[in-house]
């Protein structure tokens, strides 16, 4: 999975993990308001259907506008009993059709799960799966001196992003940003299709703790729907929120590489990917950079 897109079209015949301590949700979490819905001849129909590649454009039956986990965990519950495929996004970057599939008949709009901060019962930046990258960082910066390896596009939602893996311009300094996840909160639904929602760490006594790595970089779709992340670097014993996450540089350049395509043969090719990996900082902790390459 490319982007910020998380795609869950599997939402009956799959386990759920046994009921404990970290399920949240569950049957009290369908029973609630049902959530905003827009159909086709709605006025936000139109915007909703449509991600940033333009070329694929969805016509769900409905639109479902998540606030909260419960909204999702109806949803999910919903197209279960109704036997619908079922798909979600997050920020609209899935490169392919997988959101925006004519197959698809309930999408669940997850732009409005755009919490950011600091969970001090969990000691771990929570965020969920809305928010876009560039407020993501914003946020983590100003507050905290802090950063994630994220990609490098500022509107891309960090639902599917992450699942993927997460890769951006501070992965040579930091890893990839699932290195750094330490719970997720996905809904599931088990073989009668009860839906639920259920957060998951890599404790290693977490007992669904394999749900949690089947989200650190297996790609968004696979196991459920995912509405929220925890970031906590491993190892770090420290109780200060700034100390929980890499240090943030003071600068990131940014530079811009254009070429010709036509010009483009496989020498030159070879050579700019070996010039690339070669072009590494003389660090100094402050300053990290990013290029974007781009063939005319």
Same mark, same amino acid.
């Given at each position: 999975?490319?982007?910020?897109?998380?795609?869950?079209?599997?939402?009956?015949?799959?386990?759920?993990?046994?009921?404990?301590?970290?399920?949240?949700?569950?049957?009290?979490?369908?029973?609630?308001?049902?959530?905003?819905?827009?159909?086709?001849?709605?006025?936000?129909?139109?915007?909703?259907?449509?991600?940033?590649?333009?070329?694929?454009?969805?016509?769900?039956?409905?639109?479902?506008?998540?606030?909260?986990?419960?909204?999702?965990?109806?949803?999910?519950?919903?197209?279960?009993?109704?036997?619908?495929?079922?798909?979600?996004?997050?920020?609209?970057?899935?490169?392919?059709?997988? &959101?925006?599939?004519?197959?698809?008949?309930?999408?669940?709009?997850?732009?409005?799960?755009?919490?950011?901060?600091?969970?001090?019962?969990?000691?771990?930046?929570?965020?969920?799966?809305?928010?876009?990258?560039?407020?993501?960082?914003?946020?983590?910066?100003?507050?905290?001196? &802090?950063?994630?390896?994220?990609?490098?596009?500022?509107?891309?939602?960090?639902?599917?992003?992450?699942?993927?893996?997460?890769?951006?311009?501070?992965?040579?300094?930091?890893?990839?940003?699932?290195?750094?996840?330490?719970?997720?909160?996905?809904?599931?639904?088990?073989?009668?299709?009860?839906?639920?929602?259920?957060?998951?760490?890599?404790?290693?006594?977490?007992?669904?703790?394999?749900?949690?790595?089947?989200?650190?970089?297996?790609?968004?779709?696979?196991?459920?729907?995912?509405?929220?992340?925890?970031?906590?670097?491993?190892?770090?014993?420290?109780?200060?929120?700034?100390?929980?996450?890499?240090?943030?540089?003071?600068?990131?350049?940014?530079?811009?590489?254009?070429?010709?395509?036509?010009?483009?043969?496989?020498?030159?090719?070879?050579?700019?990917?070996?010039?690339?990996?070669?072009?590494?900082?003389?660090?100094?902790?402050?300053?990290?950079?990013?290029?974007?390459?781009?063939?005319?």
């Amino acid at each position: 999975m490319l982007g910020g897109a998380v795609t869950a079209v599997l939402v009956g015949g799959v386990p759920a993990p046994a009921a404990g301590p970290a399920s949240v949700g569950g049957p009290a979490s369908v029973g609630g308001a049902a959530p905003p819905t827009v159909r086709p001849g709605d006025p936000q129909y139109a915007d909703l259907v449509r991600g940033v590649n333009q070329r694929w454009v969805g016509r769900p039956g409905q639109v479902v506008v998540a606030t909260s986990t419960a909204d999702v965990v109806q949803a999910v519950q919903q197209a279960a009993r109704s036997g619908r495929r079922l798909s979600v996004r997050s920020g609209g970057h899935c490169f392919e059709n997988f &959101v925006s599939d004519p197959a698809v008949e309930v999408l669940v709009d997850l732009s409005g799960l755009d919490q950011i901060g600091f969970d001090p019962t969990r000691r771990a930046f929570v965020v969920g799966v809305g928010a876009r990258l560039e407020e993501v960082n914003r946020r983590l910066f100003t507050g905290w001196g &802090v950063a994630l390896p994220a990609g490098s596009c500022p509107s891309v939602g960090v639902g599917g992003h992450i699942a993927g893996g997460g890769y951006g311009p501070l992965s040579r300094l930091f890893g990839l940003t699932v290195d750094h996840l330490y719970a997720v909160e996905v809904v599931v639904a088990d073989r009668s299709g009860l839906a639920r929602a259920v957060v998951t760490t890599r404790d290693a006594d977490d007992p669904h703790r394999e749900l949690w790595w089947g989200h650190t970089g297996g790609g968004g779709g696979n196991f459920g729907v995912v509405t929220r992340y925890w970031f906590r670097s491993p190892g770090v014993a420290s109780p200060a929120p700034r100390r929980l996450l890499p240090r943030a540089p003071a600068e990131l350049l940014v530079s811009t590489v254009i070429w010709p395509w036509a010009a483009m043969d496989r020498a030159a090719f070879t050579r700019l990917l070996l010039n690339y990996s070669r072009c590494t900082p003389r660090a100094t902790g402050r300053v990290w950079w990013r290029t974007t390459s781009t063939a005319i």
